[in-house]
């Protein structure tokens, strides 16, 4: 099935299955959602997946109220660009209520959000912003990258007893995988997963870029490259072990993600690799993201921005290349 | 609204109206006393002065019934029946504060007393309070939703899009305003053009009342009205509060920012003796009765000041309890 | 509101309201075959069936006023001056483009025909026309500016906060709501429960009025009076102006959350030949005088659309301008 | 002067010499303000230093508004930690508004921000978020840690023409030193400090670590140890070359900050010099900050939060100690 029917999936089900969860959001019902939310209105009713108004601070805060009541609500915002909007709620409340109140009151909420990203709409609807929510203590980031991973992932994320933020990626709705349908189907959250397992060098990566990853590993092979494939699927908590035990192995990586290089999720990845790996790594860890700009509009400047099989093939290269001649290209 | 204190609320009303007054401003005392002499050390956003709200939420509210308020909630707190040394064990940091002192003053919540959340961002109480009133609802419980806060709150754009969906969905929620005209140095009437906060109920289709803040009766009465249309399922109700805060912003506030005179008539309007003169002008309760419950007020307030003094400091190991309820492979 | 044609506006305003209208709907019509066909690339979100508030706006506006307007302001941009090149070199990625298409269908700017700000993000745009308002304020010019939004934008956080600095400091602000009856896909009375946008006004302090949206001489006249009130010193209004959005949300929209016969109904009020009948009722136009008018905007379009065409494309070091002013030492 | 006299200076000045710089925020204006703006509404009047409505959201776009007609607004957020509520309108305007329209409109706003941390306000008072802002092409980030800097680096973000975020420190406001009354004095941003120097480690930092970086080598200079001081000042633009030489130079380096440590600035700092001096480093890059929890209320609780001069003078002596040593305390 696709990464939408996966997510649907995992909605689905969880509604079934149980009557602490709803879902909330901008045009999430029928008639007019055609996202994962499709159809799960007429299934379950309005007062189950409901449209909100255009407020996503209140979806957010609402979201909170109704989950420290023992709800698990899944709150959609529509557009990752869009959370700045509610990320008062996310970072003042979901993220802190367990600890401010000693555990009193919590706020088990999911807040799914989509990444716009290769699709045209410009600069405002095209961010990867995980790496703020990696940075606030008190939340869970998930962002898978195959339709079973979404399901597993988002099933964990609804039931998890911590404010989990979900980043789904437009660009990979239409990805096809085989997705268990058994309703029991979960993915702990923590837990990378090897995609394509290798010995010369690791390419860490979660979301869309794990399929540059697997496009780069595939030819690299051809090189006589063994790349193997590292997704993260969650970025908080982060599974550090295999990270390290990869890394170890093939003492070579390269770190691939659509958000933002600078101070993006790789910074965090690559200081822990050099910290923990000091001595073991070949090369210096390299790091991909979006270029340091807002997203152009015109498809032919945005491909420039984002990280290509193309550019972790050179990476890898970077990696494999005797240091004297490394030395040279990074000036 | 001119209200009658025979005909509205009854004696025991009344006595309880008082008992919770004299409680919260005790309270009050008695921190400011401890903090201006150095004996207390803590942040406090004093509610001297807005005792009648709150002890009229406290008759109208079930234990059951939610409450959302501000780092300003110690009158609140009482009124919806947090223990007292659960506040103060809080705010002072010490292991039986509510959240075993690691929340600090601004972040008092008890389930068990229905206080869901006490918040330190202006303004994103009414979001929450949107989703303890759909919970409610979903679980078929007639329960109300009060949520507490600021006449600078609404203009927030959180209190907007709260207010919004609360009309729109017929929640049983009651926002109540507690206009203490200012928002930490700034005056009201410097921040919105309209004179009434009431006025911005309209814009959202639920009802909008302007209250006299520092009489108890008549909040009380409006206080019944807005909560017995929520529990009907008559959806929320904007009640404006009118009342003062007494002791300024932050305590310790210098005041210098209000005009010559202000802060007299204000006291002078003081809703606690206030409260006592009507009293005893309606004949229900003689100097002395009234007497006894001030002395009783201020016994439980030494008396839970004293439990928490003598309570253990909170734990250095809390720092690493409550991040996370599974923080396996989360950061630390 | 009954309005007169002969009476509240010259022929030569009728002629121009025209002009503007049938470009404004020939520049969506045009647009969107291209897209239907695949002539065309490009996101766009379809202003057609709103094209009389724009024409309002155009002829209400002096050129040194401003606007802030949304995705869906291709009509809006028309009314305000901007040349179609820039427009539709946006949309489609050239050089020509108001930004060298770089920026896109949601972002076109052009501060030489007031044009200051269009936003994708709903509700952000008032805060940014206060701004704009205070900056005229400061500079000791008469200029109005106008945002223009949704009625969805309303229930947004930034619409409440905007409206209540307007108010506040009497800016020289109109909140233009074009209540086309949909946000997305969702009904405007399922995201809020009063009836009428206009009502929201009154939480703010400022004048709220309502009017048909597919009325140009009706929006003529509200928008003269709101217009001469925000530059006379009287402060905002908030013109809620109700229209239907003849493509739905976005250029393809199938529409099927619509009930039965609504846009058949909405089809039959576009403004567009409501319009061209009424001039011709009026006495003022022939068949002839308006058919012509219709000719001149088609062509106008066509002759805009092979300018853009013939266009380089947004050069690809566009990317790695305007990112700052000064990029020494910031990251690439 | 004070730091809080030094900002004040920056703000005087600005509104002295340019008519186009206004303050607007809330409670600001005299007779309530009382930290950077006080005694300024009373001079410039209340039309150039203007209290607000508390709308984080509309003050940011007011700015903009502003800043678009020519003006150089300086818009407060009294506390950091409210910034989400603003974050919209400077992640989506403020910061991509010269590129979104080609250069047609810009935002050449300062918003000032203050960090709470350290005064027992709890987990809602106290976050330094700088990092979200790093990650954000289109803006720049100050964090100023001595009087100097401050009115150097205010002066100069108001002048800049690119959004800037100017962070103040609450616990600095008292820190004294010398500041040139000069108004044209204004220190270029994107321009490291050495605030101390050295040759056996560098200690990167910037804003209040600053001090406990100072304090650090101060001590570990009794013990024999040079550590070299290098105060970033601006984290966007970010002078890499000075972090370079000075590394290169020391062949150890320490990076602190009071922002949470996991997916902080110090993490794009530490793989920058892992991947630039890769090689040349004789131990792995130390990075401190926050810990991972929400502040606590307690002061005795909140002080183990934050990095302090002992714990970088450990970090300092991990990165002294020989690699084998080095391999056990890692793990
Ligand atoms: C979102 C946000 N902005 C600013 C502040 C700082 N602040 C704390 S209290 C306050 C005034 C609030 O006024 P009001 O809502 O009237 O409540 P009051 O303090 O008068 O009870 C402000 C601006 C804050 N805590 N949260
Ligand atoms: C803050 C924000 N939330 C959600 C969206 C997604 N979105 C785009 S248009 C739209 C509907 C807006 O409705 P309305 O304000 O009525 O304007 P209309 O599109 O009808 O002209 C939504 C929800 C957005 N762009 N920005
Ligand atoms: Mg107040
Ligand atoms: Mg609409």
Redesign the interface.
Known sequence: MTMTQALNLALDQALAHDERVFLLGEDIADPGASGPTAKLSTKYGVDRVLDTPISEAAIVGAAIGAAMEGFRPVAEIMIMDFIGIAADQIVNHAAKLRFMTGGRTTAPITVRVQVYGGLGTGATHSQSLEAWFMHVPGLKVIVPSTPRDGKGLLTSAIFDDDPCIFVETIRLRGQRGLVPTDPAFAIPLGQADVKRPGTDVTLISYGRAVLDALGAAATLEQEGISAEVLDLRTLVPLDVEAIVESVRRTRRAVVVHDAVRFAGPGAEIASILHSELFGVLEAPVERLGARFVPNPGPSALESQVYPSADRVIAAVQRTLAPATVRAGAHG | MTTDLTVDVSPEVQRRLYELMTLMKAADDRLSKGIASGELV??YWPSRGQEAIAAAAGVCLREDDRL?TTYRGLHDLIGKGVPLVEIYG?ML?RQV???????????????ESGV??S??????G???????????R??GLDRV?VASFGD??T????????A??A??W?LPVVLVCQNNQY????PTE?????AHVA????????PGVRVDGNDPIALVVALTDAVERARSGGGPTLLECVTFRLRGHYFGDPM??MPEGQLAAASAADPVPRFRARLLEAGNFGELDLDEIERASAAAVEEALATVLAAP??A?D???????????????
């Open positions: 803590c942040v959302v809080e940091g504060g509510a959240a075993r002192g690691k929340g600090g003053t601004m972040h008092i919540a008890r389930p869901m959340l918040t330190g961002i202006v303004g994103s009414p979001p929450v309070a949107v989703g303890l009133a759909m919970a409610a979903r679980l939703t600078g709150a203009n927030t754009g959180s209190f907007h899009e709260a919004n969906m009309a729109l017929d928002g930490e140095m700034t410097h921040t919105m053009k309209i006025d911005r109920a309209a814009g959202y289709g639920m210098a920012y400091a909170t250095l809390e720092l690493d309890r409550d991040v996370y309820a599974d923080p396996r492979n989360c950061p630390a």
